[in-house]
């Protein structure tokens, strides 16, 4: 029963070696001579001047969030895009299709509207 499983052990085995053996011959066979310029933090080219652990304002979650919620309504936009061609020369669906993407869009108007006017998108 046991030799059933000798292939997915072989297999698992390379697998790891495939991922070990060149980390472990980087290591071995890299030079290795560190220095206190190779040893000091490095961000866009100069010394950080804060710590890497201090808080964020909360607009640039803000921005961030908002980014992802219309960039994602966006890709929305693409497949009725794609077929729009069909929807216009159908006649029972012609309407439909474009009045459900006028409210997807007003929609997306709406909340970029309230965004703005809350002060979301503004930056000091």
């Given at each position: ?12 085995l ?22 206190s ?20 304002d909360?607009r ?10 219309f960039?994602?309504?966006?890709a ?14 159908t ?8 009045a ?24 000091e």
């Amino acid at each position: 029963m046991l030799e059933n499983y000798f292939p997915i052990l072989i297999f698992m085995l390379i697998g790891v070696a495939f991922g070990v053996v060149p980390v472990a011959l980087g290591w071995a066979v890299g030079p290795n001579n560190p220095d206190s310029e190779k040893l000091s933090p490095y961000e866009c080219g100069f010394e950080a001047f804060e710590d890497a652990r201090m808080q964020y304002d909360v607009r640039y979650y803000l921005i961030a969030i908002i980014f992802i919620l219309f960039d994602l309504e966006i890709a929305f936009l693409f497949p009725w895009a794609t077929i729009f061609k069909e929807i216009a020369h159908t006649e029972a669906i012609k309407w439909f299709g474009f009045a459900e993407m006028l409210v997807f869009v007003a929609i997306l108007v709406v909340g970029y509207a309230y965004a703005w006017l809350k002060g979301a998108l503004e930056w000091e």
